[in-house]
């Protein structure tokens, strides 16, 4: 049941420079989107989300970017630091159900 | 600011023994739930919670698996007799609306069986 993935294990950016985090789905339903944080024996920390009728949202260093018709949304972090480098998922959500399909993350380290 | 704690942060336990893991959601939310992470894999939803009663659950929430908010702050996972493969991470979460609305973490339960 591979309804949302991360196609990156890992991904080293400078820091500075920005971070580009993808995240696919298959299922046309979700009308619910969020990025969540990692970092180890830690449960995960919200970021940012966007909700189906939107195609952008943004929050200071964070944007996340939807695209329904490619069923693909990103989250761009400029500029990178040093302490972004964590576990980042994407998770979906769709109607009539509020529990969340996670992706299986990407590691992302940000180089000093 | 408001969190969702659980206890304990790690618990070892004998295979076909029973679990309870705790959680207290934060204080004003209204829907609950749990999730688990097994080493190296992603996370999945195990069950949702509100209003007493389990609104949803997954294929992994089997017989062996009970919820419970025994007194309107603690909401626990009971795990009736322990497998090797219940080993993982267990996050409770909760949110203050169902639906369109970001879930609140845990730190996590790492529980162990050996």
């Known amino acids: 049941d591979q309804q949302v993935k991360q196609n990156s294990p890992s991904l080293s950016v400078q820091e500075g420079r920005i971070s580009i985090l993808n995240c696919d789905y298959t299922n046309s339903m979700f009308d619910y989107f969020l990025w969540y944080k990692k970092y180890p024996a830690e449960g995960p920390t919200f970021l940012i989300s966007?909700?189906?009728?939107?195609d952008k949202n943004e929050d200071g260093r964070f944007t996340v970017f939807l695209n329904k018709s490619a069923k693909h949304l990103s989250l761009h972090i400029v500029p990178s630091q040093p302490g972004d480098s964590a576990v980042y998922f994407c998770a979906a959500s769709g109607p009539g159900t509020y529990k969340y399909i996670f992706g299986t993350g990407t590691r992302l380290k940000v180089l000093a | 600011e408001p969190e969702v704690t659980q206890t304990p942060s790690h618990q070892v336990t004998q295979m076909g023994q029973e679990v309870i893991l705790r959680c207290v959601p934060i204080s004003n939310h209204l829907y609950f739930y749990w999730y688990r992470q097994i080493l190296g894999q992603k996370v999945e939803f195990l069950v949702s919670f509100y209003n007493n009663e389990i609104s949803e659950k997954s294929e992994i929430f089997d017989d062996q698996f009970s919820v419970e908010r025994p007194d309107g702050s603690n909401f626990t996972l009971k795990i009736r007799s322990t497998k090797l493969e219940d080993s993982a991470m267990y996050f409770c979460a909760s949110t203050q609306t169902g639906g369109l609305t970001e879930a609140f973490f845990g730190q996590g339960t790492r529980l162990t069986v050996v």
């Open positions: 966007i909700s189906s009728i939107k």
